[in-house]
């Protein structure tokens, strides 16, 4: 069977060389034609995964026709959130023929939509989400991963997780899609936050603080929002937290550590989409009426330029509640 991957960064280049590793033959399309001769070529995504090989099975294109001329059932989606609606729009008549498993993680922020909403509306049709602590080189190298498979029709979803399963990439199956993409998106504001802290050397007992306020925050928003509050305590929520958080991996924590540190900001060739997450978030706490210190914290750090010391006083400081 053919896998397609849209998207040539880290997440979309692990999921290319894991599911060529595993009986597939893949085809991935890289928006840069550069990459995709790269890849072609050497055999390796230096420009985003160097240093870990693609199998033979693996094909990159940068023509999105000869991909969907060659993709007819399983399509991956890894654009970075901010871009995929538009993407999604003016390839919709192929992707409606195709079962999308979006594995970008992020919400909208020029509609405040979970990317779930922003697919019914530009594309409908069969839709799953793959969430949890997944590591992208982890995953390249073969590494013991678990994550989630969310669909509407859990019949459906559990047909694509027999179909994807793999002995080192262990799927659970899920029915509630809004839950896993809450999770998947908030959990990289509160990295930003940990990675703050820890830059701050502020110890290990402010970390595991933040991350268990912070997983607080996460469930409280995606509850009202229509997720299920168990779908936060699993690997999509509180797995793929404490990932995000702790591992040296995480773009967000990394991010966040050089805020800490009063170091500027990372490379700018990656992605960290707790950024755009957060100033998303803020908006939806506020429309909804969900208590979010945390991530207003974050949000006024990153975007209103506070010092961190000052923001961490006064979240120590705000009246006692009872937990």
């Avoid at 922003?118 to 793959?130: I, K, N, P, S, T």
């Avoid at 925050?217 to 937290?241: A, C, H, P, Q, W």
């Avoid at 805020?259 to 490379?267: F, Q, S, Y």
């Avoid at 009426?289 to 006064?314: G, H, Q």
Wanted: hydrophobic share 40%.
């Amino acid at each position: 069977m053919v896998i397609g991957i849209l998207g040539s960064g880290s997440w979309g280049s692990a999921l290319s060389i894991h599911f060529g590793n595993n009986g597939f033959d893949v085809i991935q399309w890289c928006r840069e034609k550069e990459v995709a001769d790269s890849i072609n070529r050497e055999r390796e995504n230096k420009k985003y995964l160097n240093g870990v090989p693609y199998p033979d099975s693996v094909r990159a294109v940068s023509d999105i026709k000869e991909f969907f001329e060659k993709v007819k059932e399983v399509v991956f989606s890894v654009i970075p959130a901010q871009f995929t609606g538009d993407f999604w729009k003016a390839n919709r008549e192929y992707l409606a023929k195709r079962k999308v498993i979006c594995a970008s993680k992020g919400i909208e922020i020029s509609s405040l939509k979970l990317l779930s909403q922003v697919y019914a509306e530009a594309v409908g049709g069969d839709y799953f989400v793959l969430s949890g602590p997944t590591f992208a080189r982890e995953v390249a190298l073969g590494r013991p991963t678990a994550a989630v498979l969310a669909g509407k029709d859990i019949n459906k979803t559990f047909e694509m997780v027999n179909l994807l399963n793999t002995r080192l990439f262990r799927l659970y199956a899920s029915d509630d899609v809004i839950g896993v993409e809450t999770g998947g998106a908030m959990k990289n504001v509160i990295a930003i936050a940990a990675g703050i802290s820890d830059g701050m050397e502020l110890g290990s007992n402010a970390r595991a603080a933040l991350i268990t306020r912070g997983l607080h925050e996460i469930k409280n928003l995606g509850v009202r929002l229509g997720g299920k509050e168990k779908t936060f305590y699993g690997l999509s929520g509180m797995g793929d937290l404490i990932l995000t958080c702790t591992g040296n991996l995480s773009r967000n924590r990394q991010f966040g550590l050089t805020i800490g540190r009063g170091e500027g900001e990372v490379d700018k060739k990656y992605v960290v989409e707790g950024v755009h997450t957060v100033k998303a978030a803020v908006e939806l706490s506020e429309k909804f009426n969900v208590e979010m210190p945390i991530t207003k914290a974050v949000y006024a750090v990153v975007y209103e330029r506070k010092n961190p010391s000052e923001i961490m006083l006064d979240l120590l400081s705000r009246p006692v509640k009872e937990e």
